[in-house]
């Protein structure tokens, strides 16, 4: 076996727009629902706003740089809509879209191949306001206007693009990951709903990429978690099959094989949850091809049988406090399955499992299914950092939970799985989609708190230097 990864493989990390980048409304860009849903959770938890972020939109170039010390040669960050198209369409932004001129060209002129996504929660306010955005069906036509510009703006100098992030994880946290209006609160069949015109936005951004981008590559970055039965009892591992199917085949079958699942559909229907499907729509997915799988992957997770007696439907808890055991609750499907604790793994202080070997496992198990290449466009260590007196900050444990993780892909490439990139959550720290900045995932410190954005000084952490020499050994250190 070779000791090292794949000759051209890429090294990188992650960030995304709104959780990274500040000038929330400032310099022609108007909030996005992220701005207003990270207001609420500065009013109600105080965590950080997006206002200012990590201050990336001003220190985009010392970002970069220290990219390129790591030895980067890729990283993945996403657009904001409402930066290029302020009111969603209409008139695009000139200073937006020049922030992302600027940015990928610093990034080409260092070597660095930008992956990037187009949606990564954060859609314009103004269409929210409009017409309650994703609930809406017209959402698809204007996120094909807001493609079709930044594709054809960046066609020459973009290979890699991802679509939608996480829909998997929007249909599961709704409410944090989308803004529901009060008429629709508690109505569970706009998750699919939502989900639904996602995938016609998903497929019109891989026929855009595929018709304009020469030699383009293209696919979604899901959110994903293998799941486990609890026990080696019949019925859990009935119930494993069942929150598989329904908490992401129904995501990668769109994606490679244009279908929904048959067996969560049927659930769906079953329970007056099914997506409205007009006609034409799965014609239209099945053009949409996906070249790869990119793989947001933090944890595995776990599921038993469950009896239906007429308890109801309910989904994820969230554990805001950062104290082991507070998660609020776990997903619930009677007569389906019902998620668990995994009593054989630990967790982070935010009770996210850490499981080194569900990332062999699903990238094993997602090869065999779909024979697609894969990537990693996430995946971390949420801790609570601290930065020593002589500015310091020594993230053993996040060069633990990585080191493990990498060996985990190695060894799936190693069985013959086709990956292409590792980029993990995240370049720098930066804001929380749960959590605000005080769980920090980054390579790079950057000082501030969730009261106090002071300067967003950059201090390097010790992961720092052990990436720098993963890198530079092509991952034959580990
Ligand atoms: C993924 C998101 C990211 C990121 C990460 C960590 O679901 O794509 O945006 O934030 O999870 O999650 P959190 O910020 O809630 O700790």
């Given at each position: 076996m070779a000791k090292t990864f794949p000759e051209g493989f890429?090294?990188?990390?992650?960030?995304?727009?709104?959780?990274?980048?500040?000038?929330?409304?400032?310099?022609?860009?108007?909030?996005?629902?992220?701005?207003?849903?990270?207001?609420?959770?500065?009013?109600?938890?105080?965590?950080a706003t997006a206002e200012i972020a990590s201050d990336h939109y001003h220190h985009y170039?010392?970002?970069?740089?220290?990219?390129?010390?790591?030895?980067?040669?890729?990283?993945?960050?996403?657009?904001?809509?409402?930066?290029?198209?302020?009111?969603?369409?209409?008139?695009?932004?000139?200073?937006?879209?020049?922030?992302?001129?600027?940015?990928?060209k610093e990034l080409k002129d260092n070597g660095i191949e930008p992956i990037v996504t187009l949606y990564h929660y954060d859609l314009p306010w103004a269409l929210v306001e409009k017409y309650d955005g994703w609930i809406s069906r017209q959402v698809v036509e204007d996120f094909k206007y807001y493609a079709e510009y930044v594709i054809n703006e960046f066609k020459n100098d973009?290979?890699?693009?991802?679509?939608?992030?996480e829909q998997s994880i929007i249909v599961q946290y709704i409410d944090q990951k989308n803004f529901i209006p009060e008429k629709y609160q508690g109505n569970d069949q706009i998750r699919y709903q939502i989900n639904h015109h996602m995938n016609l936005a998903h497929a019109i951004a891989c026929k855009l990429v595929h018709e304009l981008v020469p030699g383009g590559l293209v696919g979604a970055p899901l959110g994903y978690a293998p799941v486990y039965p609890l026990t080696s009892q019949p019925k859990d591992v009935l119930a494993m099959l069942n929150a598989e199917d329904l908490r992401n085949h129904y995501y990668?079958?769109?994606?490679?094989?244009?279908?929904?699942?048959?067996?969560?559909m049927i659930y769906l229907e079953e329970?007056?949850?099914?997506?409205?499907?007009?006609?034409?729509?799965?014609?239209?997915?099945?053009?949409?091809t996906s070249d790869f799988l990119a793989l947001n992957y933090y944890a595995s997770e776990c599921c038993k049988w469950c009896e239906d007696e007429g308890q109801g439907i309910r989904y994820n808890g969230v554990n805001r406090s950062g104290k082991k055991g507070d998660l609020s609750g776990f997903e619930t499907h009677p007569g389906f399955y019902q998620m668990c604790k995994n009593p054989n793994l630990d967790t982070t202080d935010w009770d996210w499992a850490i499981d080194p070997t569900g990332l062999e496992y699903a990238f094993r198990d997602l090869y065999t299914r779909y024979g697609k290449p894969l990537m990693i466009t996430e995946n971390g260590f949420g801790a609570y950092d601290t930065l020593t007196e002589d500015g310091k900050v020594h993230d053993d444990y996040r060069i633990d939970y990585w080191t493990k993780h990498l060996q985990a892909l190695k060894r799936a490439i190693d069985k013959g799985v086709e990956v292409l990139a590792f980029c993990p959550w995240s370049a720098v720290d930066l804001l929380s989609t749960s959590n605000g900045v005080k769980k920090r995932y980054g390579f790079v410190y950057v000082d501030r708190t969730d009261d106090d954005p002071k300067e967003c000084k950059r201090i390097k952490k010790d992961s720092f230097y052990w990436y720098k020499d993963v890198i530079e050994s092509n991952g034959g250190n580990l």
């Amino acid at each position: 076996m070779a000791k090292t990864f794949p000759e051209g493989f890429l090294w990188g990390a992650s960030t995304s727009a709104y959780q990274v980048e500040g000038a929330a409304t400032t310099h022609g860009k108007k909030p996005s629902q992220q701005d207003v849903i990270n207001k609420d959770n500065y009013q109600k938890y105080g965590f950080a706003t997006a206002e200012i972020a990590s201050d990336h939109y001003h220190h985009y170039k010392e970002d970069v740089a220290l990219m390129k010390e790591m030895g980067f040669t890729a990283y993945r960050f996403s657009i904001a809509w409402s930066r290029v198209f302020p009111d969603g369409v209409g008139e695009v932004n000139e200073e937006g879209i020049q922030f992302y001129r600027d940015l990928i060209k610093e990034l080409k002129d260092n070597g660095i191949e930008p992956i990037v996504t187009l949606y990564h929660y954060d859609l314009p306010w103004a269409l929210v306001e409009k017409y309650d955005g994703w609930i809406s069906r017209q959402v698809v036509e204007d996120f094909k206007y807001y493609a079709e510009y930044v594709i054809n703006e960046f066609k020459n100098d973009v290979r890699y693009w991802t679509t939608i992030n996480e829909q998997s994880i929007i249909v599961q946290y709704i409410d944090q990951k989308n803004f529901i209006p009060e008429k629709y609160q508690g109505n569970d069949q706009i998750r699919y709903q939502i989900n639904h015109h996602m995938n016609l936005a998903h497929a019109i951004a891989c026929k855009l990429v595929h018709e304009l981008v020469p030699g383009g590559l293209v696919g979604a970055p899901l959110g994903y978690a293998p799941v486990y039965p609890l026990t080696s009892q019949p019925k859990d591992v009935l119930a494993m099959l069942n929150a598989e199917d329904l908490r992401n085949h129904y995501y990668t079958d769109i994606y490679f094989k244009g279908e929904y699942t048959k067996s969560a559909m049927i659930y769906l229907e079953e329970h007056g949850l099914a997506p409205v499907i007009e006609e034409g729509d799965m014609e239209l997915i099945k053009e949409g091809t996906s070249d790869f799988l990119a793989l947001n992957y933090y944890a595995s997770e776990c599921c038993k049988w469950c009896e239906d007696e007429g308890q109801g439907i309910r989904y994820n808890g969230v554990n805001r406090s950062g104290k082991k055991g507070d998660l609020s609750g776990f997903e619930t499907h009677p007569g389906f399955y019902q998620m668990c604790k995994n009593p054989n793994l630990d967790t982070t202080d935010w009770d996210w499992a850490i499981d080194p070997t569900g990332l062999e496992y699903a990238f094993r198990d997602l090869y065999t299914r779909y024979g697609k290449p894969l990537m990693i466009t996430e995946n971390g260590f949420g801790a609570y950092d601290t930065l020593t007196e002589d500015g310091k900050v020594h993230d053993d444990y996040r060069i633990d939970y990585w080191t493990k993780h990498l060996q985990a892909l190695k060894r799936a490439i190693d069985k013959g799985v086709e990956v292409l990139a590792f980029c993990p959550w995240s370049a720098v720290d930066l804001l929380s989609t749960s959590n605000g900045v005080k769980k920090r995932y980054g390579f790079v410190y950057v000082d501030r708190t969730d009261d106090d954005p002071k300067e967003c000084k950059r201090i390097k952490k010790d992961s720092f230097y052990w990436y720098k020499d993963v890198i530079e050994s092509n991952g034959g250190n580990l």
